[in-house]
């Protein structure tokens, strides 16, 4: 089920919220809905609304990504949105996304931004060495017709590489909480094994999840962090692959 959820036209810093570009966020949730408050209270802000897929009657322990990603893309290209937000329920926008949101949608609408993908091994740090550091997700870029959609069943893009986007640098940080908890990043790493145990799309593979070899952590700079805080509750966000054997 697809939930659309727009906000009422209001003044911000000087400028009406939906004053040219429509910005709309879209994600799902599935065994991470409990997230989900937080993180429209981090996107409040930033968009003019946003549309979710509830995921929960899905058969398996990990339904069509693509599937899903389609249909959302669909929904917000029908609502008349501008620029698509794409993000999970356990990523969080640092803050100053906010301020500089409209510098980012009022140019050239052949863009995708892209974010420092921040892996988080506590609420207030998150790991640089190695891989770590360099990663970017490209999440802020124009809605376009989901017939144009296609991607791999797992670690797609959000849009297909003959859109003609110029890949940019936002500068701005996402936060990645799934990793603060140590049975999670085990369990990361268990079930992408098992839904791609030939690493047919991640030639990396997936055992570097759990892998702590040469850890560095670094702080969130001050004025870069997130909001709402966030307090880990220690559960696993994903499925228990003890209680799914393998087919």
């Excluded at 970017?136 to 144009?148: C, G, I, K, V, W």
């Excluded at 500068?171 to 799934?178: D, E, M």
Aim: glycine fraction near 8%; hydrophobic fraction near 40%.
């Amino acid at each position: 089920m697809i939930t659309l959820e727009m906000k009422a036209p209001r003044r911000r810093r000087g400028r009406w919220l939906w004053s040219r570009q429509k910005i709309v966020a879209i994600f799902s949730y599935r065994y991470d809905q409990h997230l989900v408050p937080d993180l429209i209270a981090n996107l409040d802000p930033v968009v003019d609304g946003w549309i979710a897929y509830d995921d929960r009657a899905s058969d398996g322990i990990f339904s069509s990504e693509p599937g899903r990603r389609r249909a959302l893309i669909a929904t917000a290209y029908e609502a008349g949105a501008d620029w698509l937000l794409a993000m999970d329920p356990d990523e969080r926008l640092e803050n100053a996304v906010a301020g500089r949101i409209g510098r980012l949608t009022s140019g050239s609408r052949h863009v995708a931004w892209g974010f420092h993908c921040r892996e988080m091994y506590t609420p207030a740090s998150y790991r640089i060495d190695g891989a770590w550091g360099r990663k970017m997700q490209h999440r802020l870029f124009s809605a376009y017709h989901p017939d144009r959609y296609r991607s791999k069943d797992m670690h797609g893009a959000w849009f297909p590489d003959d859109i003609g986007f110029r890949l940019k640098d936002s500068g701005l940080n996402l936060y990645h909480l799934k990793m603060i908890e140590p049975k999670r990043r085990a369990a990361r790493r268990d079930l992408y094994n098992r839904l791609d145990p030939d690493r047919q799309l991640q030639e990396i593979g997936y055992d570097y999840l759990a892998d702590e070899r040469g850890i560095v952590l670094e702080a969130v700079p001050a004025g870069r962090d997130y909001f709402p805080a966030h307090a880990d509750d220690g559960g696993l966000w994903m499925a228990d692959l003890s209680v799914h054997p393998p087919r």
